[in-house]
Every structure is written in structure tokens, then in C-alpha cells.
């Protein structure tokens, strides 16, 4: 609770302040400490993708929740390709590189447009929520994961607000495309071996 307080907070904060293609752009105060350091925020992000990738692997797809798990594998491969050519079609620079949030079209190096973070760890919770949230609402608890990254991302310089909003946006778009599919995409391209999982093998 007292992390969507804070973020509702954080928000509001920005909206006073005109900036990047929402007007709320502003380097907040740098704070790379306790649970918003970079360490943190990688290891949520690299933790998410791993436990999609384990639990495809695993529990193959047969049964709901494997195709939920293998749904969620789609988001995520989705939201990297769709967010890596945002990057590079619309090159913004980072809080880190100016204070600027209207520098659009910098060239290489310069990847803030969207946050591919938030992206990936917005569609690895995404199918989850939509499959089981409407009958057991505590999954949708799995939004903590997208809301602290978004505002640990902001709050170290890596990203503008609008690039966390993007990311967010981007990650449940593929996250609800993957979850309308009554196949997931990977798994029909892989051998037929997968389809089992590995629990089955041993």
C-alpha cells in the first residue's frame, strides 16, 4: 500500500512540471538506495523473466497454467523486440545524459523511449493477472512488480516518467495479445517435446 501511495504521490508531483510528450517529465531527486537500487531493480527484473522462462520449461504446456506460463514467454519476447525498436526509431536521451526530457532523435546511445525494463516485467505478470485475477483477485497483487520498477527506474535517472508509462503500456499490450491466443506463439514453433515440460521427463 504504502508503495502505490508513493507512487500516486510521485505522480501527482509531476504534474506541475512541463515536460516530454505528457508534460510531466522531471528529473526527480537521485535516490539509488535500500529498495530502489539498481541491484534491486535488476534482480526484480532478471527474477521475473527467469521464473517465466523455468516455469515454460518446466510445466510445458498441457495444462492452464503452463499455457499461462508459455503466454507470458510470448509477452515478454514481444515487448523486448517491440520496446528495442522504439529505442532505436525514436533515440531520446536519459535523465542521466541531460536534463532535458524534449531531446528526441540523439542518436546511438541514447535508448530512454521506453523503459524496456518496465516493459519486460509488465508482460511476465500481465497473463497471469488476466487469466486468474477475475476468479482469485490477489494475483492482481503481481502489479507491485511494473509499479516499483517504474518508480525505481525514474527515481535513479534511468528513465522519464513517460518512458515508464510507455513501458507499462507496451508490456500489457503484449501481455493482453499473448493471453487472447488460445496457443502460445513460442511453443508452436518449438518440438513437440516441450508441449510436456520437463516435470514429465524425470
Same mark, same amino acid.
Given at each position: 500500500?504504502?508503495?502505490? =501511495?508513493?507512487?500516486?504521490?510521485?505522480?501527482?508531483?509531476?504534474?506541475? =512540471?512541463?515536460?516530454?510528450?505528457?508534460?510531466?517529465?522531471?528529473? =526527480?531527486?537521485?535516490?539509488?538506495?535500500?529498495?530502489?537500487?539498481r541491484?534491486?531493480?535488476?534482480?526484480?527484473?532478471?527474477?521475473?523473466?527467469?521464473?517465466?522462462?523455468?516455469?515454460?520449461?518446466?510445466?510445458?504446456?498441457?495444462?492452464?497454467?503452463?499455457?499461462?506460463?508459455?503466454?507470458?514467454?510470448?509477452?515478454?519476447?514481444?515487448?523486448?523486440?517491440?520496446?528495442?525498436?522504439?529505442?532505436?526509431?525514436?533515440?531520446r536521451?536519459?535523465p542521466?545524459?541531460?536534463?532535458?526530457?524534449?531531446?528526441?532523435f540523439?542518436?546511438?546511445?541514447?535508448?530512454?523511449?521506453?523503459?524496456g525494463?518496465?516493459?519486460? =516485467?509488465?508482460?511476465?505478470?500481465?497473463?497471469?493477472?488476466?487469466?486468474?485475477?477475475?476468479?482469485?483477485?490477489?494475483?492482481?497483487?503481481?502489479?507491485?512488480?511494473?509499479?516499483?520498477?517504474?518508480?525505481?527506474?525514474?527515481?535513479?535517472?534511468?528513465?522519464?516518467?513517460?518512458?515508464?508509462?510507455?513501458?507499462?503500456?507496451?508490456?500489457?499490450?503484449?501481455?493482453?495479445?499473448?493471453?487472447?491466443?488460445?496457443?502460445?506463439?513460442?511453443?508452436?514453433?518449438?518440438?513437440?517435446?516441450?508441449?510436456?515440460?520437463?516435470?514429465?521427463?524425470?
Amino acid at each position: 500500500m504504502k508503495l502505490i =501511495v508513493s507512487w500516486v504521490a510521485f505522480m501527482w508531483s509531476s504534474l506541475a =512540471v512541463a515536460g516530454g510528450p505528457f508534460g510531466i517529465d522531471h528529473r =526527480v531527486t537521485y535516490d539509488n538506495d535500500g529498495i530502489v537500487q539498481r541491484d534491486v531493480q535488476l534482480a526484480v527484473e532478471y527474477l521475473s523473466v527467469a521464473a517465466v522462462i523455468g516455469g515454460s520449461l518446466w510445466l510445458g504446456g498441457e495444462d492452464r497454467l503452463g499455457r499461462t506460463y508459455w503466454k507470458a514467454f510470448d509477452a515478454i519476447t514481444l515487448g523486448a523486440v517491440s520496446s528495442t525498436v522504439l529505442k532505436e526509431a525514436t533515440t531520446r536521451s536519459r535523465p542521466t545524459q541531460n536534463d532535458d526530457p524534449n531531446l528526441w532523435f540523439q542518436g546511438k546511445g541514447h535508448y530512454s523511449f521506453p523503459s524496456g525494463e518496465v516493459t519486460a =516485467v509488465t508482460a511476465s505478470v500481465t497473463p497471469f493477472m488476466l487469466e486468474y485475477g477475475p476468479e482469485n483477485p490477489s494475483v492482481y497483487a503481481l502489479a507491485i512488480l511494473p509499479l516499483y520498477d517504474a518508480v525505481a527506474r525514474v527515481k535513479v535517472h534511468g528513465h522519464w516518467q513517460s518512458d515508464v508509462i510507455a513501458g507499462a503500456a507496451l508490456g500489457f499490450g503484449t501481455g493482453y495479445l499473448a493471453h487472447q491466443q488460445d496457443n502460445p506463439f513460442i511453443l508452436l514453433a518449438l518440438p513437440k517435446g516441450f508441449e510436456v515440460g520437463f516435470r514429465k521427463r524425470f
